[in-house]
């Protein structure tokens, strides 16, 4: 198409390339914009509507990023097929591997590329001792008992706000558990879905939600991935009912899942009673390009998504505190049959995580963090890049680790043991598959950045780049 009219206002709080990307996306999805049409070329576009080609760049990419557009080099960015599934299911929800080997060095590298460490050096400890103290000192007799089993309404009720503005998942603090930890909300999640089902889970994956599974004798299917995470494909034989996947930034891949790969996995989960995805988000809050990847849950009409969020990567690992959303069947179920089960997370730390989100801290501090890591990140594609032979950047986009695809002639053994003798420790891929090994001709390394300092990080890589390509 040759251009089209949008009404842009640089007065309003959201930004310019928000608004263009919003406007786009509502044409595709009522088909205004169908399937194949091609997109205005930016320097047209963005003298057209007085923009800067910068601005229009960032909405296009976050197009991109979602799976409404394609871009298709030297001939300009087109409209992705849809399958024209945008409001699936007429239900409405409820008010209401394999393991990685254990370290057992003697001595612990020097520098450790871990996916899950974070940088423990930004806590926010004097605004926390603060809040904490006045916790303590308020005497609030009422903090000392056992509180609501889902966790403390006022909490329950920031969450749902924060979940709604920041990742468009629409619920109620009713439909919201607090637990300590991704795991054990799992193992709730578990009791309530029954033990007649069968659950798919992407490979490479997250391996501690594979070994839950196995640990209650629950058959496992596992779901080969592609460029764009889960092959839904793969589903069609009825074999599994229940999908656990990370759409917006498959772990540890790296791979974001297209807005039509999503509307396929939701077509499927509508297809039969009994069916559910379990979005696990775990770092969604971490996006170094365009705006965050909606939700999964915020595309689900029929409540057939369980929403699974947690403060681990934003905060600290050991405050234990995540979340789950549950839909109104299995809210149902829990208030019936579990809701005796005492809440896992001391109400002291509920009351202060309150404070700090409630009174501004949370946001301010995730800010720092985003800025944070993202010199960090930056920091090491810069190294890599400047690496003698080809390498692969793989889910650099988003997250708190990436992925290089080395093509130096070594195997995966190889690259991780020269590391280690060096002092670097780094992760091969197959230490996150479950059972098989997918096939490659290259290996694949997983680096995570955001336990090291930028120095460390500029350290780490020459270390790597002497050993793996030095002759």
Known sequence: ????????????????????????????????????????????????????????ETAYQQLVAEGYVEAVPKRGFFVSKTDEVLCIGTETPSPIMRMPAADTDAIAPRYDFSPTSID???????IWKKLAKETIQSEHKSLLQLGHPQGDERLRSTISQYLYY??????????????????????????????DNSFAVENPGYYRMYRILRSYGIDVQLLPLDEEGVDVAQLADGRSNIVYTTPSHQFPMGMVMPVNRRMRLLQWVNEQDGRYIIEDDYDSEFRYSGKPIPSLHGMDSSGKV?????????????????????????LEVYRTHYISYASTVSRIDQHVLYRFIQEGHFEKHLNKMRRIYKRKRDRLVAAVRRFPQPVD?????????????????????????????????????????????????????????????????DAAARILEEVWFST
Do not use: W
């Open 306 to 330: 369980i929403y699974i969020g947690t403060l681990s990567k934003p905060l600290s690992p050991s405050l234990r505190i995540s979340y789950m959303v549950l839909p109104g069947r299995l």
């Open 393 to 457: 950047i793989i889910g650099e986009n988003a997250g708190l680790h990436l992925l290089l695809k080395v093509r130096n002639g070594l195997s995966e053994e190889a690259l991780v043991a020269r590391a280690k003798a060096a002092g670097v420790k780094v992760y091969g891929i197959s230490g996150y598959c479950f059972e098989s090994v997918p096939e490659g001709p290259d290996p694949v390394i997983l680096l995570g950045f955001a336990g090291l300092s930028e120095e460390e990080i």
């Open 1 to 56: 198409m040759d251009m089209f009219t949008v009404h842009l206002d640089p007065g309003r709080k959201q930004p310019l390339y928000d608004q263009l990307y919003m406007h786009i996306k509502r044409e595709i999805e009522s088909g205004h914009l169908s399937y194949g049409t091609r997109l205005p070329s930016k320097r047209k576009l963005a003298g057209y509507l007085r923009i800067s080609q910068n601005t229009l």
């Open 120 to 126: 423990l050096d930004v806590f926010p400890f004097a």
């Open 166 to 195: 920041s990742r468009g998942v629409s619920c109620t603090p009713e439909q919201i558990i607090v637990g300590a930890g991704t795991e054990s909300l799992f193992q709730l999640l578990l009791q309530i879905l029954g033990r």
